[in-house]
């Protein structure tokens, strides 16, 4: 008999236990980060986190892809077993996401998809920066700085990410009005700064004459300066990044010291992820897809941008 109290008492705490920690929250969140080696994305994941503590009834549970499609979407059904509310999700690759996205949204889970986009329609809302429009910005610029002549080496993210695709294609298209400026070599250092280090030197062995190198992410740029440097080149060419975080070792600061010629700028989109997550949890309508500025940073207004 006493042993059955025993056990009946610990049952009823356990139980009680439970109701308590899932009244602590009303909503539970997933949230799929394609990979955390980016210091972009390390911001995205902070400004989520603080944006968090503004929405007390809602618990957001983290997953890191590691850059690997397979994980991702193994880490997107685990979601799907702990029963969330809403999926935040920034694809490591479109086609590879897209399915289990599209299965998650058609289950009556709203998704927010986070910078870049999936195939199709899928999903609550997509809130990012327009990569195409700088990609356009981007080829302008270095038409201009070049003033119409010159030899560029192209710097890309990972092949099959929207972001690589679309801050590449309008670049070239803004540059073919241009003969004289030329693309003379182009690699994939998966929006690394470690890989665009390691790649870079091959290139300059192989190219004598390089006036501008444009890369699709800030640490992929320092990357390839660094590999200058390393040559004594680095003053032979200028260097252009996309991102612009605003902390010491940011896109901002680089422009400020002289690294990069400039860099434009990219919001992490973590704030307003959370916010918009939190209005169609309580039944709010909200845009299909919303775009987000992406200034360009210079000398002019770096300081502007920057927060040390």
């Known amino acids: ?92 690759e479109a086609a590879p996401l897209t399915p289990v996205v599209q299965e998650v949204y058609n289950s009556g889970i709203p998704v927010v998809v986070i910078d870049r986009a999936i195939v199709g329609d899928s999903y609550t809302c997509f809130v990012g920066g327009d990569n195409k429009e700088i990609g ?57 700064r470690n890989e665009a280090n390691q790649q870079f030197p091959s290139v300059l062995q192989a190219n004598e004459n390089i006036n501008l190198v444009y890369a699709h992410n800030d640490p992929m740029a320092m990357g390839a300066y660094l590999a200058a440097q390393n040559v004594g080149r680095e003053k032979d060419m200028l260097f252009i990044g996309v991102d612009g975080l605003p902390g010491p070792d940011g896109g901002a600061k680089m422009v400020l010291d002289g690294i990069l010629t400039a860099t434009f700028y990219y919001p992490n989109c973590g704030k307003e992820a959370v916010q918009i997550a939190t209005k169609i949890l309580n039944g709010e309508t909200v845009e299909k897809n919303i775009s987000l500025d992406t200034p360009v940073i210079t000398r002019e207004n770096a300081q502007q941008f920057y927060q040390p």
């Open 136 to 192: 356009r910005k981007a080829g302008e610029f270095i038409a201009e700085i070049l003033q119409g002549k010159g030899n560029i080496i192209e710097i890309k993210g990972l092949a099959g990410s929207p972001p690589a695709v679309d801050r590449s294609i309008p670049m070239r298209e803004a540059l073919s009005a241009y003969p004289d400026i030329k693309i003379i070599a182009e690699f994939e250092a998966r929006w690394l």
């Open 1 to 92: 008999m006493n042993r059955l109290c025993i056990l009946g008492t610990l049952s009823l705490c356990l139980l009680l236990a439970s109701c308590g920690a899932k009244e602590e929250y009303k909503y539970l969140v997933g949230f799929s980060q394609c990979n955390l080696e980016e210091p972009w994305r390390q911001a995205m994941n902070a400004a989520v986190q603080n944006e968090a503590v503004n929405h007390p009834d809602m618990k957001i549970i983290y997953a890191d892809a590691h850059q690997d499609n397979d994980e991702q979407v193994s880490q997107i059904r685990s979601f799907l077993t702990q029963k969330i509310d809403l999926l935040m999700v920034s694809p490591n």
